[in-house]
């Protein structure tokens, strides 16, 4: 049943009463029941004779002492330990113990295979301790861990390794120490047998850092990409940001079991698997630059997130945010700053924006939330990465580093909120970002309506811009904001033609603040093509009502790369539009010949980085077109990008051909270019895979059994399956029989049927369920099968019988006993209802009924369903 489950609101911040500055933390260590003392320096910072009030979960309490003995009044409530009649400054025992082996929610202490490991970020740390389990008590952390040699020959903990030993009977003890003060939700404790790779690193400042990377046994060779990557990380920060690192070690352990992607735990960062283990043959390139960004994102939390924390969990995206950009940069930098920044920019779009419109719509900085796990959101994320570039774009990178230095030197050490970020930045480069924040505050996303004149006579040009956010959930009344709206004009032959007025150049970034604005431009010799939110300035939508013949240009002259993919993404959603309402009316679709022509000469440009290419003639997902609907209908939107895509397949056959069979494979290398034409050759396949049966079967066969690499391998099985081709089951299962004791490869084998358009789809994954290589609580599997067919295979899961729906009810029913947060994940396609026609919304809020009936909700799962049922 429904539980009535509390809101916390950020307005109801209090610091506490009582501070913690050290803890001793002793672990007699086993699997099935550990034994935790945590030994705590409590100082009293507020009033004195307040209780002090711990949190702890699932603990069982054996022994509480205040400086030596039982304290005279405390008692245990749901979740917390209240102590009464306290000194001052006091040390504080508890004695508890733990489940590791029951723990099946990946919170707090648990067993990852035969590893035991710990997760707490958010709140994991009140599983392993009662404790003031919150960003802003920072304490110094020693760590004494007693296990089973045998079993756990590596024992590994925060900070320096400063003490070990054998007590004799097969059992050793380590003890860590780690001289930064942190909150609780960045301690980690690993216990375990790996193989390890050593590295080091030598700081800007000429210290040594020891680098070790803890793998499974065997996998040592997949470990060497995560190590270079963290390298490249370290030196860049220093380069770009000026951060060095702070301690003397600095570990990565990969684990098999793990919610997330990966944890910044202070000098003992703990990543799924998925994120460190890379070989030619078992990863694709887009796991490779994952590991890459990933790697990067862990080590930059070390400044921005550990050094610098959060006051509290509705300041999440002060150190997320600023994170995100950070990996972004990082990427760009090393990588190819076009593909990145269009790869973030589709999540942004198909992702982002669908949640900002969804019942769980929220600012980048929550005003109040039951389940702060619900929160690690694309918006916290990706939009409050967004918000510090438009942050960036509007000081440009010498006064933004200003500004961080500043940042830093203020904060070094403390937990602070977005506003405390905020005013560093004032203060630092003297700007006043009062209508900015907003951004902070406002959930929705903006909608642009551009409109524009052009005067013959005075040669000048004007833009109306307006801006209109329409009302959330969670906010009914919208304000204006500041957008920096990018742009640059062009001449109908592809010219750039110059910003200026009354003879004064203007900047390219115009700033819109008010709800209607205009601009306008002289000189201009006649009518221009505009070229609007170039490199996505602000994370808004635009509406401009662009000719075909306009956007062609833009695809095929403009000087930015990011604006000929996005010319291209405004011409489809053009015809997209079209042809779904031809479809859903009976009506022959409308296939226009200029896209192919345009497509042509993308193809045939040499000129033109081939990874950008592929962006570019690639049709957009389902769920990215799905983004240009209110009214979403994901069967017209499958059958419309599947008539395209044959369309396209037809017409530019021998292109394809040619491109394919000229770019040969070469040594296999993970560089831009390499990547880049490894992506274009598989573009080209999977439209071949398209257009003539016994040629396709006989390039992807090939191709599958001649590949070295899984980029190659994995892009025949997705073309087979894609277009249903005969030699599909074939494959999957030479691929099942070579990889099926490999979960993260078989990752992308479950992934490839689960998004499969055959119309028994669904059957397919009901039965995968069973596959040898399945396992339903690792949640990397959940995602591949179950996450994958629901987020990713919009036609089946939103099929008009409901059985898409019910299959992940039945799912959901079992993971919201063991695993909340994982649950409250995969049911997101479910709680969007409002996307979608009465006929599906009737039978989403069915299942949603039956989900708010299940015994014992989890708060995840209730904060989420009972937004999707509130009925506005
Ligand atoms: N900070 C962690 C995420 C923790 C999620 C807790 N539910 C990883 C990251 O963002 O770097
Ligand atoms: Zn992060």
Redesign the pocket.
Known sequence: MMQQQKEKYRHDYRATDYTITNIHLDFDLNADITTVTAISTVVLQGKAGTPLVLNGKDLRLINLQIDGKEPTRYRLEEDILIIEELPNTFTLTVKTLIYPKNNTALDGLYLSKKTICTQC??EGFRHITFYLDRPDVLARFTTRILADKKQYPYLLSNGNLVNFGDTGEGKHWVVWEDPFPKPSYLFALVAGNFDVLQDKFITCSGREVKLEIFVDCGNLERADWAMASLKRAMRWDETRFGFEYDLDIYMIVAVDFF??????NKGLNIFNAKYVLARMDTATDIDYLNIERVIG??YF?NWTGNRITCRDWFQLSLK?GLTVFRDQEFSSDIGSRVVNRINNVRIMRSEQFAEDASPMAHPIRPDKVIEI?NF?TLTVYEKGAEVIRMLHTLLGEEKFQAGMRYYVSRHDGNAVTCEDFLVSMEEAVKIDLTLFRRWYSQSGTPLLTVRDDYNNTLNQYTLYVTQKTLPTLDQPEKKSLHIPLDIELYDVHGAVIPLQYNGVMLNKILNINESIQSFTFDRVPSRPIPSLLRNFSAPVRVDYPYRDKELITLMLFSTNDFSRWDATQSLLSIYVRLNVTLYQTGNSLNLPLHIVDAFRKILSNPGLDPALVAEIIMLPTENEMASWFDCVDPIAIHHVRNVLTIWIANELRDEFLTVYRSNPRGIYRIEHRDIGLRALRNCCLYYLAFGDEKLAVHLITEQYHQADNMTDTLAAIVAATAAQLPCQNQLLTQFDDRWYQDGLVMDKWFKVQATSPAPDVLYKVKTLLNHRSFNLKNPNRVRALIGAFSSNNPAAFHEVNGNGYAFLVEILTDLNIYNP?LSSIMVEPLIRVKRYNLERQKLMYSALEDLKNLENLSGDLFEKVSKALTKV
Do not use: F, P, R
């Open positions: 970020e958010a919610n997330m992607g990966a944890m910044e994102h862990e939390h997320e796990n690690y947060q």
